[in-house]
C-alpha cells in the first residue's frame, strides 16, 4: 500500500495528513519538534500558532471569513479544532493556542493511518511521494535541500509592501504611464506636490515600527529597504528612489510619485511599488493615506517583515501545487507562497486534494477561481514570477461579478458556497 510522506506538522502538515487519512490513505508525518525548535516554535505539540492567537474574522464580509466557510463545509478537521477551542464569542476566531494544538495533535496521534516520526528531514527521496510543509522557519538543512531539487535559492524577505484596492483610490488624482516608456499602461501613478510630499516626509520619518524578534533582524537587503528605513537616510533618498518623479512625460512635472502596479492579471489589486515596511498596520493606514490618490484607499494588505522561506511558486510549481521537474513532491502551506494561519490550513487541503488526485482516488475536478480556495491555488502559478511574494486571500484574487457595489461580496460569497457544496460531493466520498 502507497504511503505518503509529511514533512512539517504545523497547520498545513496536519490538515494534509488528517485529510488523507480520512481517505484511507497511509501517511508517516515527520516533524522536528520536540528535538529541534524552530526560533519561533515553543511547544511540544503539533500545530503550533507561533504569534497571534487569531484565524481571524469568520464574518463572510471578509475573503477569510468566507475561506473558513468554504473548509468548514470540506470539513477541515484543523478548522474544527480551532472552533473547538475558540475563545470569546466575537465574530474573529480567536482561540485557546494550547487547546488548539492539543486538539489536533490528539487527532493526528489516535489515528490509525498516520505514523508519526520526530526527527528533522534534510533530504528529500526523489522517488517517495512526499509532502513538504515545513513552514516559513524550515530548517537550514532542509531549505538547502529544497534549494537542491529547484536548483534556485528559497526565496526569503524581510519587508513587503502594502495592497490597496484599485477600486479605492482616488483616479483623478493618479495618471497611467510606465517610465521611460511612451504608450506603457503598467502603472498607475500618484504624484505629489512638494508641499504633500513634506507632510508625508514628516509623518514617515515619525511613524511607529513594529518591534523586530532577534531572529527576524538577520538580513535587510540593501536592494530591499523598508520604506521607513530609507526615507531615515535623508530628505530626498526617497526621490531617488522608488518615488522619484522622473520618466513621464506629464504637462506638470511632480515633485515626488508612488508607483503602483498590478498585483494580478485582472488589476483588481494594487502594490505600492517598492514601498515594503515595518510600520504597525494603524500608521500604515495613517502615513499612507497622506499620498492623495490614497486618501480613502482600502489596504488589501498592509506591509509587514518577517522571516519567510517560501518557493517561487509561479516558476517551480504546477497548478496541483507538485514540483514541475518532481511530479511526486508537493509543497504545502506558507513555503508554496500562501501566507497566514487560516491560508496554510486551506492549502493543506488542497494538497490533499491534489495528492489523492495524483493517486487517482478522486476525480481530476478542479476548484475555481470563483471559490477562495481556487483563487488561492490559482495565485500561486498566475502571479508574477519576478518579484513573487505570499499572499493571504483577498477578494480582489477572486473572479470579479456582475452585481451592484454593495452587494458584491454578498453575492460573491454566495456564488462560492454553491460551488464548494458542488464540490464537496466528490470530495466526502
Ligand atoms: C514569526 C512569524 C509570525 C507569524 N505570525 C502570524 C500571525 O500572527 N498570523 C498569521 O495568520 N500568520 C502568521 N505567520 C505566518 C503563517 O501563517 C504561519 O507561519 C503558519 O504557521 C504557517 O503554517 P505552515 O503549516 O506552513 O508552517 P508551520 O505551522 O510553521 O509548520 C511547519 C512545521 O514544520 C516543522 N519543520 C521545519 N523544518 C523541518 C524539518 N527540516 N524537518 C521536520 N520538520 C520541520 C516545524 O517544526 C513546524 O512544526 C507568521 C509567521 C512567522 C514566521
Not at 531549505?143 to 524581510?158: A, M, V
Not at 497566514?340 to 492549502?347: F, K, L
Amino acid at each position: 500500500m502507497i504511503e505518503v510522506k509529511i514533512v512539517g506538522a504545523g497547520l498545513a502538515g496536519c490538515e494534509c495528513a488528517l485529510s488523507l487519512a480520512k481517505h484511507g490513505v497511509k501517511v508517516k508525518l515527520f516533524d522536528m519538534k520536540p528535538k529541534k525548535m524552530s526560533p519561533a516554535h515553543h511547544n511540544t505539540n503539533f500545530c503550533e500558532l507561533v504569534c497571534s492567537n487569531t484565524l481571524k474574522s469568520s464574518s463572510l464580509e471578509f475573503a477569510g471569513g468566507l475561506l473558513k466557510e468554504e473548509l468548514s463545509i470540506l470539513d477541515s478537521e484543523v478548522l474544527k479544532s480551532a472552533k473547538e477551542s475558540a475563545v470569546g464569542e466575537g465574530e474573529a476566531l480567536t482561540v485557546d493556542r494550547e487547546l488548539f494544538s492539543q486538539s489536533v495533535t490528539k487527532k493526528i496521534l489516535e489515528n490509525k493511518n498516520i505514523t508519526v516520526v520526530c526527527e528533522e528531514v534534510t533530504k528529500i527521496d526523489e522517488n517517495e511521494l512526499t509532502v513538504i510543509a515545513t513552514g516559513p522557519l524550515t530548517s537550514d538543512g532542509l531549505s538547502k535541500e529544497i534549494e537542491r531539487l529547484t536548483g534556485q535559492e528559497l526565496y526569503f524577505y524581510d519587508a513587503i509592501a502594502p495592497i490597496v484596492d484599485a477600486e479605492s483610490i482616488n483616479k483623478e488624482k493618479t495618471f497611467v504611464g510606465d517610465r521611460w516608456k511612451d504608450d506603457g499602461t503598467d502603472y498607475v501613478n500618484c504624484p505629489l506636490n512638494e508641499q504633500e510630499y513634506k507632510e508625508f516626509y514628516d509623518a514617515l520619518v515619525n511613524a511607529e515600527r513594529v518591534e523586530l524578534k532577534n531572529f527576524e533582524q538577520e538580513k535587510n537587503f540593501e536592494g530591499c529597504l523598508p520604506v521607513e528605513v530609507m526615507a531615515k537616510r535623508g530628505f530626498d533618498v526617497l526621490r531617488f528612489g522608488p518615488m522619484k518623479p522622473v520618466g513621464f512625460k506629464t504637462q506638470e512635472k511632480p515633485y515626488a510619485v508612488v508607483q503602483l502596479r498590478k498585483e494580478n492579471k485582472i488589476g483588481s489589486m494594487l502594490n505600492l511599488v517598492g514601498f515594503q515596511t515595518n510600520l504597525k498596520y494603524a500608521e500604515q493606514k495613517r502615513v499612507f493615506s497622506l499620498i492623495p490618490a490614497l486618501k480613502n484607499a482600502k489596504f488589501l494588505r498592509y506591509g509587514s517583515m518577517h522571516r519567510n522561506s517560501f518557493i517561487n511558486a509561479p516558476k517551480f510549481l504546477t497548478a496541483q501545487s507538485n514540483l514541475k521537474t518532481h511530479p511526486n513532491i508537493f509543497i504545502a502551506g506558507q513555503l508554496s507562497g500562501v501566507e497566514g494561519y487560516t491560508e496554510s490550513i486551506a492549502s493543506g487541503l488542497l494538497c490533499a486534494i491534489f495528492v489523492l488526485q495524483y493517486l487517482g482516488k478522486m476525480p481530476k475536478q478542479k476548484l475555481s477561481i470563483k471559490t477562495c480556495l481556487g483563487a488561492l491555488s490559482n495565485y500561486l502559478v498566475s502571479a508574477n514570477e519576478v518579484g513573487f511574494q505570499p499572499m493571504h486571500i483577498n477578494w480582489g484574487l477572486l473572479a470579479p461579478i456582475n452585481a451592484p457595489k454593495d452587494k458584491k461580496k454578498e453575492e460573491m460569497a454566495k456564488r462560492a458556497i454553491t460551488e464548494i457544496k458542488e464540490f464537496n460531493k466528490i470530495w466526502k466520498d
